[in-house]
């Protein structure tokens, strides 16, 4: 059975719980609290050396890490991944965007605003992460202009990559009132089979 390390809490361990929940895959789910430190341990760090989650013990001592690489491996061969060429390499272009310009700005400041980890350098950076976070919102409303999801009108892990952290973006004090496609895709996603809540165990 697959094992997943993960902190019920975090998007980009939804991102990998969705989907195997969408799947119908097994698997044992480890909770791991990143607050206290128990993903910088020895025994972890032999797992992911980014000593970060999630991460995917595919099978005894075969573990792959980072949220969006564990989901495309799980996707492989399924509809959440289109065979299409052009259309993975589509799939892929949303899944670099979310990590690259989403989740820095969007997730980080739920995490610091949830946690109260506000220190002084975060209070100088939250201007910059809140503009930069509506930047990549404006993007994903201007695409999803006549879209139903993201790539080729399907529901794929693109949508999932970018759902797991845009449908909290209010604990981050992120205003979505003002973007009504992304609004109505949100509300296609979690009308999706399987669907869960980001704090189902």
């Known amino acids: 059975m697959l094992r997943l390390y993960d902190y019920l809490s975090s998007g980009n361990g939804y991102k990998v719980r969705l989907l195997l929940a969408q799947l119908g895959i097994p698997f044992e789910r480890i909770e ?81 605003l949830m946690h109260g980890e506000l220190t002084e350098e975060r209070r100088t950076a939250l201007p910059q992460k809140r503009t930069l976070g509506y930047a990549a919102l404006e993007v994903m409303e201007k695409h999803l202009a006549g879209r139903t999801f993201f790539v080729g009108g399907r529901y794929s892990i693109a949508d999932i990559a970018l759902y797991a952290y845009t449908h909290v973006a209010h604990e981050g004090e992120f205003d979505l009132s003002n973007y009504p496609n992304i609004r109505a895709w949100l509300e296609r996603v979690r009308a999706q089979p399987q669907h869960i809540p980001i704090t189902q165990d």
């Open 32 to 112: 791991l609290d990143i607050l206290k430190g128990e993903t910088r341990t020895p025994e972890f760090l032999q797992k992911n050396l980014n000593g970060r989650i999630p991460v995917l013990e595919i099978e005894p001592g075969k573990f792959l890490a980072e949220s969006n690489a564990i989901m495309f491996y799980l996707a492989e061969g399924t509809p959440f991944l289109p065979e299409n060429r052009w259309e993975r390499a589509q799939v892929l272009q949303w899944m670099f965007f979310e990590q690259y310009s989403h989740e820095p700005n969007i997730a980080t400041l739920r995490f610091w």
